[in-house]
């Protein structure tokens, strides 16, 4: 079984540019989720998404950055304008069901904003 | 959901049990505790989950007390591989996962 896919996995910008990140869940999975890892914490959630629909956005910080899985399969987030504290890994999590069900995470693309 | 307290650091010598322990003194009757580990530049991978009962699967045994309140992750046989921060989340089986600052966890030779 293929896993989670993300690409690109390393992006540099200026900030005030504009990024987009893209994920390919498991085939099958509903549960689609975006977090972000910022050096030496935890992850931290940022959106999840059941089928094309958002169950939680409540820590996306709506101003700069928003996302989308308009056909219930792969996702794009995206960030505009960047700010220098957005340097980040953006992880990308699918899983099977709704909540409660293990969550399989891709490699990540890791941010640094300039 | 219940917070999670682990020690910040681990040390363990190759080819022997590392114990990782995790203190959750809050964790309600319907929360779940799991384990995660983020090897380095990798995205975090699942390891186990229990409610009451220990658990074990081929990566790692999940020890937790009577009452609850802390839990042990054993991998019984620590590699180099095994190196990684690991993290201990209590949760709902249907809430989202609060990750914590977790373990880094040194597996030496």
């Known amino acids: 079984e293929a896993g989670v896919a993300q690409s690109p996995r390393y992006k540099i910008i200026e900030k005030r540019q504009s990024v987009a990140f893209w994920c390919n869940p498991i085939s099958g999975h509903a549960t689609l989720y975006w977090y972000q890892q910022i050096l030496g914490q935890g992850p931290k959630l940022l959106i999840q998404?059941?089928?094309?629909?958002?169950?939680?956005d409540s820590q996306l910080p709506k101003d700069r950055f928003s996302a989308e899985r308009l056909k219930g399969v792969d996702s794009t987030l995206k960030i505009q304008p960047a700010k220098l504290e957005d340097s980040a890994v953006y992880l990308c999590?699918?899983?099977?069901?709704?909540?409660?069900?293990?969550?399989?995470f891709g490699p990540g693309t890791r941010l640094l904003v300039l | 959901d219940a917070k999670t307290t682990q020690p910040p650091s681990m040390d363990c010598a190759e080819g022997r049990a590392a114990n990782l322990p995790c203190n959750h003194s809050?964790?309600?009757?319907?929360?779940?505790v799991y384990w995660y580990r983020q090897i380095h530049s990798q995205g975090p991978q699942y390891i186990i989950h229990g409610l009451k009962n220990n658990e074990t699967n081929e990566m790692a045994s999940l020890i937790i007390t009577e009452d609850r309140k802390s839990s042990t992750l054993i991998l019984p046989h620590a590699t180099l591989r095994d190196t990684a921060v690991y993290y201990c989340?209590?949760?709902?089986?249907?809430?989202?996962?609060?990750f914590g600052a977790g373990t880094r966890l040194t597996v030496k030779p």
């Open positions: 809050t964790i309600s009757g319907n929360e779940y």
């Open positions: 989340i209590v949760r709902p089986r249907d809430n989202d996962m609060r």
């Open positions: 998404f059941q089928n094309n629909g958002v169950v939680d």
């Open positions: 999590a699918s899983s099977r069901l709704a909540g409660g069900e293990t969550q399989y």
